[in-house]
């Protein structure tokens, strides 16, 4: 029923209900089966601790360690207040490391010091007797960076001009002209980000490839804490066969492999779960620390960040509600945990503060009921509210399944999993929808369930993808939860040994995987579908103007399309002035700048004036640029 249903999405769209029905139906079979074959699990369950004599406990009743958690206080207080105060145009190199040192004086003033060498003995220890298993994280990580690492320049084809945008930030910090990283900037964007983009730029030069080089690596970072998650939760089957699924997801990888802070957030929100998970469950105030670091730095990346409180909060009363004496027993570690977050986010939430209009910069521009969106669809369609709103949250819940993402940020033209990935994440998600009560199963429906409603549902033109980034681990989970379980269900049924339900659920991951990988780089690489054709046009025009060299001078005829300001061509033909030629000309070009050569560049619909310019400049080099479809992008006169 779930691979009808799944065929109905794929080849009989129209039909799209009978495919919902189908896969209800197979969702309703696949709970009874689980519910036959699957023995239930009962709950557990347990003065109140003075706060502030744990809290002391915490600080291991030091004196020393007081003096050093209220020095970081202090510091970072001042550092709020003085990047608050501080003229756009003076350094902040100062607060940027007293903001880094009141971080460690913080953290540090918890942190046992005296058990490390021990900590640190145990932790080799573990590895050594895990030896194998961290080999194999290890190489999965490592092929996680090669798929996004490799010809970064080259795929995908163009610098798009979000992309560009981040990359003027930061050359804007190596210029000593972006100051603040405690700011917001393009569209609303915490600054931090460019500061670290910039570092790269510094190390790699001003190219594409090392603009797009932190994100490979963090999605490496991110494969290994989605497998000790995976792990943690789930077992180590799951993890490693989850961890070889999002080495090889096309929508991973195609966000992996841009320069723009989105991928961040499934690193970020997997940091912050494993280790508040692993310290509440197991009292260990050094992951309920690492918790907080990963929470507060959070926030100065892509705007999806910010569900994750959100994701975790509603998981807190989880556990509240669900866990007797929870909140008794582990209040000094929530207290602890949420310090050291806003002690990071505080210089970035006092800017919100102040600024709250770029603290709600994108929801109050795309958001469907701020933007005036929803009222405007009553008025055109004569819908209801809730009717455009259920309408919403369909396209959005089915961006995996049935509706294709499209923007130029993907455009794929399938949705977010192909057709067999699709069904066995049908099954994985409803398998934790029924197991809800269960601690991991609950965190994956809420995980799912907010960022498809904040991130898509609540959003104008779902799916979009971008927005739908920190959805990528719970998918995968689900994906590979619904293969196993399938596979263990038909191994029970047929009565065959454990191993026969290992193998078919690997092979599913490898084909899938495979699959993935192939969509990417053999069908959707070659067909240039990303970005569109104004930033292929800019992307093209940049590399040639970079070619000619700075002594020429760039008029463009682009207008009203397009400008020279689009950011992908200021990125790559850095230092090349280039002058946009608004309206048409007839019999002047008196614009030219003399003492500099001149390149005229036309978009096809203005090339009628390239006649003008040559009664001017007879003599020249006429150049022709086209896509891969022979249809003319541009066309260059270089003048003598």
Known sequence: LAVLGQYYFAHKRSFMWDGIVLYLLAMALFVSVSAALEPQRRKEGPGWPNLWQELWQALRCSRLRLVVLLMGLAMILYVTSASSSRPGDKPFWDLL???????????????????????????????????????????????????RGINREGIPFVLSGDEAEMGLEAIAVLEGRRTSPFVTGWLSHPTLY???????????????????????????????????????????????????????????????????????????????????????????????????????????????????????????LYCLFSKPGFLRDHLVYLVICGLVALVIALPLLSFFRTHPNDMMARWNSMGIFPSGWVEQQRQATGRSTLSIFLGQFLKAALAFNFFSDPTFWYHPGIPLLQFLSSVFFVFGLTYAIYQWRRREYFLLCVWFLLVILFGGALLENPPTSPRLVLAIPPVVICMVLGMVKVSSYIQLALEQPRSTALILSLALVLLTSYQSAHFYFARYTPAHEFAGVNTE????????????????????????????????????????????????????????????????????????????????????????????????????????
Not at 116 to 133: D, K, N, T, V, Y
Not at 196 to 224: E, K
Request: proline share 4%; net charge positive; glycine share 8%.
């Open 97 to 147: 490391a007293l903001w880094v040192i009141s971080i460690a004086l913080v953290v540090g003033a918890f942190v046992d010091w005296g058990g490390i060498p021990e900590w640190l003995q145990r932790g080799l220890g573990a590895l050594r007797r895990h030896g194998p298993e961290t080999v194999l994280v290890l190489f999965i990580a490592v092929i996680t960076f090669l798929l």
């Open 194 to 316: 460019f500061f670290l983009q910039a570092a790269f730029l510094r190390l790699f030069g001003i190219t594409t490839a090392a603009l797009r080089l932190p994100s490979a690596l963090i999605s490496a970072a991110t494969v290994i804490l989605l497998y000790l998650l995976a792990r943690r939760f789930y077992g180590r089957w799951i993890a490693l066969l989850a961890a070889i699924s999002f080495a090889f997801y096309h929508y991973a990888i195609h966000f992996g492999r841009l320069a723009i802070n989105n991928i961040w957030d499934p690193f970020f929100a997997l940091g912050v779960f494993y280790f508040f998970i692993r310290g509440i469950e197991e009292k260990r105030l050094g992951h309920m620390l690492a918790a907080g670091v990963f929470g507060g730095l959070a926030v100065y990346f892509y705007m999806g960040a910010r569900l994750i409180p959100i994701i975790l909060f509603v998981y807190v």
């Open 537 to 640: 046009v800019a992307d093209r025009m940049g590399k040639y103007l970079k070619a000619l060299g700075p002594e020429y001078q760039c008029y463009f005829f682009g207008a009203p399309r397009m400008y020279y300001g689009h950011a992908t061509i200021p990125f790559i033909a850095r230092g090349i002035v280039g002058t946009d030629v608004t309206e048409p000309i007839t019999d002047s070009v008196a614009f030219v700048n003399p003492e500099r050569k001149a390149v005229f560049v036309f978009l096809p619909e203005r090339l009628g004036e390239l006649d003008v310019v040559r009664r001017f400049y007879p003599t020249g080099r006429l150049r022709e640029f086209r896509n891969k479809n022979g249809q003319v992008l541009f066309v260059a006169y270089e003048a003598d």
